[in-house]
């Protein structure tokens, strides 16, 4: 068994709506043998085809674990931006 991840990217959010601390990139991860796909199968240029199962699976958790830090890094960033936006806008208002 290999793990193909399909890293297409699509805008899951609608232009017009602000979801807050929603991820806007999805992609698809797939338990696949590994000769459903000939990129899959062992081949000089896919590094990991060449590794344990093992290592295989430590290097996925650690992927995921870095793509869900800068995740909540990203999410945390907007909404930081947003309650400056929102203090803006408040104080012009008690200006004018």
């Known amino acids: 068994m290999m793990i193909k991840?399909?890293?297409?990217?699509?805008?899951?959010v609608k232009p017009k709506k602000k979801r807050k601390g929603k991820v806007i990139r999805h992609f698809?991860?797939?338990?696949?043998?590994?000769?459903?796909?000939p990129e899959l199968f062992s081949n000089s240029a896919n590094v990991y085809a060449g590794l344990p199962e093992e290592e295989r699976l430590k290097d996925l958790v650690d992927i995921f674990g870095l793509l869900w830090a800068e995740t909540c890094r990203e999410a945390s960033q907007r909404?930081?931006?947003?309650?400056?936006?929102?203090?803006?806008?408040?104080?012009?208002k008690q200006i004018e």
């Not at 909404?79 to 012009?92: G, S, T, V």
């Open 28 to 37: 698809i991860v797939e338990a696949v043998s590994a000769d459903s796909d």
């Open 5 to 12: 991840i399909n890293d297409k990217y699509k805008n899951t």
């Open 79 to 92: 909404e930081e931006i947003d309650r400056k936006i929102k203090a803006i806008r408040q104080k012009k």
